[in-house]
């Protein structure tokens, strides 16, 4: 499965941006699929995901509440909406996939074969 994310952008602090990963080789059904992010200096961080089944999610502390995780079964995408950005936000999003991540597991890296290659979002104060 390749996996393409896409839909970065530089907004000002308190807007929207849409993220999507677009799968291609296969198909999002029975994938585990999560968004990470990395800003510079830092380490690569979970920031939302979507079971296998697609009828479970899951959130980072720092973006509950203001980023929702969606899965489009006839588009083969999975969507980030985000809203209400701010600076800290800033970083490139990756999206990644495997079919064997479970819900306790999500938030780990490492745990995923399938990754895009990222998109960056930069959020100005």
């Known amino acids: 499965v390749q996996l393409q994310a896409s839909g970065g952008g530089l907004v000002q602090a308190g807007g929207s941006l849409r993220l999507s990963c677009a799968a291609s080789?296969?198909?999002?059904?029975?994938?585990?699929t999560a968004w990470f992010r990395q800003a510079p200096g830092k380490e690569r961080e979970f920031v939302a995901g979507?079971?296998?089944?697609?009828?479970?999610?899951s959130y980072a502390d720092s973006v509950k509440g203001r980023f929702a995780i969606s899965r489009d079964n006839r588009k083969n995408t999975v969507i980030l909406q985000m809203n209400s950005l701010n600076h800290e936000d800033t970083a490139v999003y990756y999206c990644?996939?495997?079919?064997?991540?479970?819900?306790?597991?999500?938030?780990?890296?490492?745990?995923?074969?399938?990754w895009g290659q990222g998109t960056l979002v930069t959020v100005s104060s």
């Open positions: 979507v079971t296998r089944s697609g009828g479970g999610t």
């Open positions: 080789g296969g198909s999002f059904r029975g994938l585990a």
């Open positions: 990644a996939a495997d079919p064997s991540v479970i819900m306790s597991a999500m938030a780990l890296a490492a745990q995923y074969d399938y």
